[in-house]
């Protein structure tokens, strides 16, 4: 075991642990704990917002496939760009101004609200939904986080997991959303300076654009972003496969309605987008390099940036460099276990077993199901034999499909009623979870849109 390397690692991990204590006293109600009592400023909300939704797919999925497919499947991040745009542009004002208006703390409890359901049964099957894929969604953080410590210290792939949920979850359940924003702040930066590094330092040692030409030539994998119409047809489905998520990430939705004020979420949206623009350029551009300096001999393609990172740089360097793995996987895990727990607290506890539950049962409550959350993550990682790539497809991909739909009809439509929202929630949910079993093609796009359609055309039938 490299102990510079491993020295790295134990200063990055306790920097993290110490922002969690650091605010844990400013917790002492589940308003603060689930979203910092609506108080966070632009720039944290915006660089939180979009690190919260990388995860170590940034590193180790996206640049493996450009690696392996070319430039074409760059498609991918600009469908994320524009997807993500969107989201600010249209969901994320009115959402933190309703949200803030009925006092809704979860995504959940706000479709009750919006939808005038006081069964609790939109609010059960929703947060139903979103554990399940929450669940596919830190798992593969922790896939992810196994290859690092497998690849740098030669660590088991259980010891890697455990240490992983172990450390995501102590900081999220110490520290609440501010912490959460704080930390995914501090990653979102330090990623973002990483990310960039490797590349830029590996395309002068394999020896610039022409070496990547030459070896992309002798792999046989196309350099064109444009192709036949067909395939343009195929590069629009898988722009939109990922794009049309942002809508439903209740992960990064919960990002929009902790903001400080509504005035400030274009100036968000800015710094947002220019921080996706940068680090998903820079994937991209490891995958590009990896090309030339592997030449087809990297079994594993998701190693590209560990194996890269440890080749050119000195092992305290390197271990910094592989932390924004960690920094990328550790800021979607914790706003997954952080919205795991306060689903369960507010969804589920609160309307179903405790209604007069006081603020300080609430946050205990919330802190528990966060562990049993993580729990529930790394008994599916511990036998786990899907990439990660698939796993966030996957993941994302059923979020989108059940929640994207609602939020924009619960934002635009004023004739949805419980019913109709209900039918297009499950409809939605339930065609992106089954689609990869009988079909090849990405699941977002036929499950978002049966939950529109059905949304759509009961808000002119069902009228109550």
């Not at 196994?146 to 359940?173: N, P, Q, W």
């Not at 654009?209 to 395939?231: D, G, K, V």
């Amino acid at each position: 075991m490299d102990t510079v390397l491993l020295s790295a690692f134990i200063l990055y991990f306790t920097t993290l642990i110490g922002i969690g204590l650091y605010f844990y006293k400013r917790n002492q109600s589940t308003q603060e704990f689930m979203l910092g009592d609506r108080s966070v400023n632009y720039y944290v909300t915006a660089v939180a917002t979009q690190a919260s939704d990388m995860g170590s797919w940034l590193f180790l999925g996206f640049p493996a496939f450009v690696m392996m497919r070319g430039v074409f499947e760059i498609w991918t991040a600009i469908g994320l760009i524009m997807g993500m745009f969107a989201a600010w542009t249209f969901v994320a004002p009115q959402l933190r101004k309703k949200t803030a208006q009925l006092d809704a703390l979860t995504l959940s409890s706000y479709f009750a609200d919006v939808f005038d359901d006081h069964s609790g049964i939109i609010q059960l099957i929703s947060s139903c939904f979103a554990l399940f894929f929450f669940t596919f969604y830190i798992t593969s953080g922790l896939v992810g986080l196994s290859l690092v410590f497998s690849s740098a210290f030669g660590f088991s792939y259980h010891v890697g997991i455990v240490v992983s949920v172990v450390t995501a979850a102590l900081y999220t359940l110490v520290g609440g959303f501010v912490a959460v924003a704080w930390c995914d702040f501090f990653q979102g930066i330090f990623l973002l300076v990483m990310i960039v590094l490797v590349p830029t330092v590996g395309f002068f040692t394999v020896g610039g654009l022409p070496a990547i030409i030459q070896a992309a030539e002798i792999q046989n994998i196309s350099l064109s972003l444009l192709a036949t119409p067909r395939e343009m047809l195929s590069a629009l489905f898988l722009a939109a496969s990922w794009g049309l998520g942002y809508f439903g990430q209740p992960h990064i939705l919960v990002n929009f309605m902790g903001i400080d004020d509504v005035r400030n979420m274009k100036h968000a949206r800015t710094v947002g987008i220019v921080w996706q623009a940068i680090v998903l350029s820079a994937s991209a551009a490891v995958g590009l390099v990896g090309i030339a300096f592997y030449a087809g001999s990297l079994l594993n393609p998701e190693l590209v940036f560990i194996d890269m990172a440890l080749a050119l740089f000195h092992p305290f360097i390197a271990g910094l460099i592989l932390c924004a793995i960690f920094a990328a996987t550790l800021s979607t895990m914790d706003s997954l276990i952080l919205v795991a727990g306060s689903l369960c607290a507010q969804d589920i506890y609160k309307p179903l077993v405790n209604k007069k539950a006081s603020a300080q049962k609430l946050l205990f409550v919330s802190r528990v199901a966060s562990i049993i959350a993580s729990a529930a993550a790394l008994a599916l990682a511990w036998k786990s034999d899907v990439s990660v790539y698939e796993l966030v497809n996957y993941a994302w991909s059923g979020l989108g499909s059940t929640f994207g739909p609602l939020v924009l009809s619960s934002l635009y439509l004023k004739n949805v009623s419980k019913r109709t929202a209900l039918a297009g929630l499950i409809t939605g949910g339930l065609t992106s979870a089954l689609w990869p079993f009988y079909f090849a093609s990405l699941p977002l796009v036929p499950g978002f849109f049966a939950g529109l359609v059905v949304i759509l055309f009961g808000s002119q039938i069902i009228k109550s």
